[in-house]
């Protein structure tokens, strides 16, 4: 076994009045995003996705073993291939396997098969979580707590491509097992999340829709 090591924390106190300013100010910001399913297909540099993805990664995580890798696509003719095989399995979905219960929630959002923002988007990024991992001694290892860690790391990549101003959509093509083959992903990686990243087209809509308030999300036992 390594050595731990640890280091000072690095931590500056922020006044209380900042605080609260900072925390009106980022709630602001994380109001405004809003999931659309209309891209542009403008180009998007590869370094703002690479920055997205570091952020993603500054995610705490089971162990700290980091169970994830963010596959970013930008070949069109890749954009495709994924667009035509998730097309292929959400056609199945939405003719025959979705269930009533599913379709009266997804009915207000106007989802359907065809996913055009897979290849409208100028990025494509796929998410995929680690069930394993190699251990030292050569032999493969579970992770710890994958889902949520992956599941905290999707969140800040997407608060990071909102905060730098692009839009992004959280697609789950179902099942995804065809993601593994198409990009060539070793079977202990499972495709979790597809996120097209770029501009908003021009006419891009959204649902209308209402968030939950606060009295509805939460519950304080106070001191
Ligand atoms: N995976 C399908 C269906 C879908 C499911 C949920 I839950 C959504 O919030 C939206 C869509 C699709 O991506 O269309």
Redesign the pocket.
Known sequence: MEDQSFVPLSWTEVPLEEMHLRSKELLEVMHKRRTTRHFSTREVPKELIERAILCGGTAPSGAHLQPWTFVAISSQELKQKIREAAEAE?RK?YQDRMPDAWREV?QP?G?DAVKEHLTDAPWVVVLFRQSKRLRPNGEWGPTYYSSESCGIAAGMFIHAIHNMGLVTLT????PMGFLRDILNRPDHEHAMLVLPVGYPADDAEVPDLERKSLDEISIFFEA
């Open positions: 959400e979905t997804l959002l989802t697609h789950t093509p179902s």
